[in-house]
């Protein structure tokens, strides 16, 4: 078994995560989870599995499905 994690893909739903991070040739651009007022609660990194951790981004889409059935809000004004 590879322990290939494949940092395009959301650790979560195996989807694109749109990583810009990762992904752009253009390395200006910022990723949206890199704004500052963005905290992912440890309830939904807890949800990543751990050979996956720090290895790929959550897409912004299950970051809002997150927030969307728990409540647990990600943006943390500052």
């Not at 912004?60 to 943390?76: I, W």
Request: net charge positive; with cysteine.
């Amino acid at each position: 078994m590879s322990d290939y994690v494949d940092p395009l893909l959301c650790p979560l739903c195996q989807q694109k995560n749109q990583c810009v991070n990762l992904g752009a040739a253009d390395t200006e651009k910022i990723c949206w989870c890199n704004d500052p007022n963005i905290q992912f609660p440890k309830a939904l990194l807890d949800q990543v599995p751990n050979e996956k951790k720090g290895r790929a981004c959550i897409c912004k889409q299950c970051a809002l499905a997150f927030e969307k059935n728990t409540g647990v809000k990600n943006f943390d004004p500052k």
